[in-house]
């Protein structure tokens, strides 16, 4: 796994105060209970996610930093990918870095998430994607706290919460 200690943080943006509570109806392809990978022609994406959660999901894209409803949420339960359902992280697991994005210190099962090398913008960051459709969430950094020391960096546009 390669992972740079490089912070992900701009200024303060105005919140976005739309946060999905799990599925958008209009995705026949969001389920929660189903763990087999989901694989779609870019054609249909484009029909079932909202233009900023296709650019950010599928074309890499990252929402402005200290927008995201997610990023101080303190609502308790389980964080799905937004594209397909699968679930990401728990609550328990979020903290506050401060860098503009929702952070957790670890996802909720190892296959939950998908790590690549990513070289872009001149930098050395490790990806994470979505284990089941390969959605970009965001990125992980080696300055998390314990009992870890990782933060996942997630772009809250891809997040679904499941509320407890």
């Known amino acids: 796994m390669l992972i740079s200690t490089s912070a992900c943080a701009q200024g303060p943006q105005k919140p976005n105060t739309n946060s999905p509570v799990m ?3 209009n995705n026949p392809h969001y389920n929660s209970t189903n763990k087999e990978p989901l694989v779609l022609p870019d054609s249909v994406w484009k029909q079932v996610l909202s ?25 308790v339960g389980t964080y799905h990918c937004v594209a397909c359902g699968n679930a990401l992280f ?6 506050e870095s401060g860098c ?4 957790f210190f670890e996802p909720i099962t190892k296959s939950a998430l998908i790590y690549t090398p990513d070289n872009t913008h001149g930098m050395t960051r490790t ?7 390969k959605a970009h969430l965001g990125h992980v950094f080696e300055d998390g706290p314990p009992p870890t020391g990782l ?4 772009n809250g546009v891809v997040l679904a919460i499941e509320k407890k």
Not at 54 to 72: D, H, I, L, W
Not at 100 to 103: D, F, I, R, T
């Open 23 to 25: 599925q958008d109806k």
């Open 51 to 75: 233009p900023e959660v296709y650019q950010v999901a599928r074309q890499k894209g990252t929402e402005r930093p200290f927008t995201s409803p997610f990023e101080n949420s303190k609502e």
């Open 90 to 95: 728990q609550s328990n697991a979020k903290f």
């Open 100 to 103: 503009g994005w929702p952070s």
């Open 127 to 133: 990806e994470v994607q979505c284990g089941k459709c």
């Open 151 to 154: 933060r996942y960096c997630i």
